[in-house]
């Protein structure tokens, strides 16, 4: 067995050592005591960790996930080879509100693109469904025309057949209909989400005690932190439980805000990119379904203004947030051991990591300022 030693692991204290044996997979994980000088490959303090997951990215090289048809798997197929350069092992492929036919259809197609994966592309899990029970008043860049009242039978029009493909719905909580909705996504084992909600502390707090288990985009598309008027995140934190995406880009929230929230709530608060179609292609003006998106410094909005997304790599948010912070260890564990648990995937990056090829981690260097990753192999 190979060793690497003073490692330090993303939300953990302390340095460690990593053995890993000849087929190049991580067999032993053991903290080092103070001073020591255990044999192996000094990493000399770097961090080692899972790759990145993404519960929230709207689609990539051109290709929104919703319009998805059978002629675009080749490109699908690229773009997860793409995610996959860029340090993401899995992804959510989030399905904002569209019409039903076409829904129904981008699903047939992921599942399409699940049963030819390969080695060297990032793995599409259950698609993320954001939308259509939105609050109207709260829909953002959703398409007002295809909001739904949430009820059995919109639910059962839009994923009948395909129930044990989607991974997470975002919904809001507070509209007529949406207990029933959620209760019934809960019998399949599909996680419920809160976003583009007008729902205050009350609601929100009932919502949970439902089963609600996360926050879409956090402080977006909802009523903010405010002392008199907490709303759904003081909901959230006073549970503990409830997990918190966050897009850290520093326009969809300030960078003061993103580093409150995961010093308030480190262990719920997790990186989603929130990437649209142009992720990987140059700023400029790029179509979304009949709208124009424009797309400035990795920012998206349409024409009126409206934020819409970002362009930008889930990693760099990562980046961002530890260069805001200071806590590197914290702003990785972030992207990468958080959604895993979200995801039933064991707690600690330790038990994450056991058994994984080191070819498929991440090695992140320099200091919270100045943050790198590379390959780990």
Same mark, same amino acid.
Do not use: K
């Given at each position: 067995?190979?060793?690497?030693?003073?490692?330090?692991?993303?939300?953990?204290?302390?340095?460690?050592?990593?053995?890993?044996?000849?087929?190049?997979?991580?067999?032993?994980?053991?903290?080092?005591?103070?001073?020591?000088?255990?044999?192996?490959?000094?990493?000399?303090?770097?961090?080692?960790?899972?790759?990145?997951?993404?519960?929230?990215?709207?689609?990539?090289?051109?290709?929104?996930?919703?319009?998805?048809?059978?002629?675009?798997?080749?490109?699908?197929?690229?773009?997860?080879?793409?995610?996959?350069?860029?340090?993401?092992?899995?992804?959510?492929?989030?399905?904002?509100?569209?019409?039903?036919?076409?829904?129904?259809?981008?699903?047939?197609?992921?599942?399409?693109?699940?049963?030819?994966?390969?080695?060297?592309?990032?793995?599409?899990?259950?698609?993320?469904?954001?939308?259509?029970?939105?609050?109207?008043?709260?829909?953002?860049?959703?398409?007002?025309?295809?909001?739904? =009242? %949430?009820? #059995?039978?919109?639910?059962?029009?839009? +994923?009948?057949?395909?129930? /044990?493909?989607?991974? *997470? !719905?975002? $919904? =809001? %909580?507070? #509209?007529?209909?949406?207990?029933?909705? +959620?209760?019934?996504?809960? /019998?399949?084992?599909? *996680? !419920?989400? $809160?976003?583009?909600?007008?729902?205050?502390?009350?609601?929100?707090?009932?919502?949970?005690? /439902?089963?609600?288990?996360?926050?879409?985009?956090?402080?977006?598309?909802?009523?903010?932190?405010?002392?008199?008027?907490?709303?759904?995140?003081?909901?959230?934190?006073?549970?503990?439980?409830?997990?918190?995406?966050?897009?850290?880009?520093?326009?969809?929230?300030?960078?003061?805000?993103?580093?409150?929230?995961?010093?308030?709530?480190?262990?719920?608060?997790?990186?989603?990119?929130?990437?649209?179609?142009?992720?990987?292609?140059?700023?400029?003006?790029?179509?979304?379904?009949?709208?124009?998106?424009?797309?400035?410094?990795?920012?998206?909005?349409?024409?009126?203004?409206?934020?819409?997304?970002?362009?930008?790599?889930?990693?760099?948010?990562?980046?961002?947030?530890?260069?805001?912070?200071?806590?590197?260890?914290?702003?990785?564990?972030?992207?990468t051991v958080l959604p895993l648990r979200l995801l039933g995937a064991p707690v600690t990056a330790a038990e994450q990591l056991r058994g994984r090829p080191l070819a498929e981690c991440l090695r992140w260097s320099g200091d919270a300022r100045d943050l790198r990753w590379q390959w780990a192999a």
């Amino acid at each position: 067995m190979h060793w690497l030693s003073s490692v330090r692991l993303p939300a953990t204290t302390g340095l460690w050592r990593i053995g890993v044996d000849h087929e190049q997979r991580i067999a032993a994980i053991e903290p080092l005591s103070a001073g020591s000088t255990a044999a192996g490959t000094c990493w000399g303090g770097d961090w080692l960790s899972p790759m990145g997951v993404d519960l929230q990215i709207n689609g990539g090289l051109g290709l929104a996930f919703p319009e998805l048809t059978p002629g675009d798997l080749p490109r699908l197929l690229e773009l997860l080879e793409l995610l996959w350069r860029d340090g993401v092992e899995a992804i959510a492929p989030t399905l904002v509100t569209c019409g039903i036919t076409e829904l129904r259809q981008a699903l047939a197609v992921l599942r399409e693109a699940r049963a030819v994966h390969q080695p060297g592309r990032c793995r599409l899990l259950g698609a993320h469904l954001e939308g259509p029970f939105l609050a109207e008043a709260r829909r953002g860049a959703h398409p007002r025309q295809h909001l739904a =009242a %949430p009820s #059995l039978a919109a639910l059962n029009a839009r +994923i009948g057949g395909f129930e /044990q493909e989607i991974s *997470l !719905v975002t $919904l =809001a %909580p507070e #509209l007529p209909g949406a207990s029933e909705v +959620i209760e019934a996504l809960r /019998q399949l084992g599909i *996680l !419920v989400s $809160l976003g583009h909600s007008e729902a205050n502390e009350a609601q929100a707090a009932e919502a949970f005690s /439902q089963g609600v288990g996360m926050i879409t985009h956090a402080f977006n598309a909802m009523p903010g932190l405010h002392h008199r008027a907490p709303g759904p995140i003081a909901a959230a934190a006073l549970r503990g439980d409830v997990a918190l995406g966050l897009i850290a880009d520093g326009v969809h929230v300030a960078p003061s805000m993103a580093v409150l929230l995961q010093r308030l709530l480190p262990e719920q608060t997790l990186l989603v990119s929130d990437a649209l179609a142009p992720y990987g292609l140059a700023d400029g003006v790029h179509r979304w379904d009949e709208r124009a998106l424009i797309v400035e410094n990795g920012s998206c909005r349409l024409d009126d203004g409206t934020l819409a997304g970002v362009t930008l790599p889930l990693l760099e948010a990562v980046v961002r947030l530890a260069s805001w912070s200071g806590e590197a260890g914290q702003a990785i564990a972030a992207a990468t051991v958080l959604p895993l648990r979200l995801l039933g995937a064991p707690v600690t990056a330790a038990e994450q990591l056991r058994g994984r090829p080191l070819a498929e981690c991440l090695r992140w260097s320099g200091d919270a300022r100045d943050l790198r990753w590379q390959w780990a192999a």
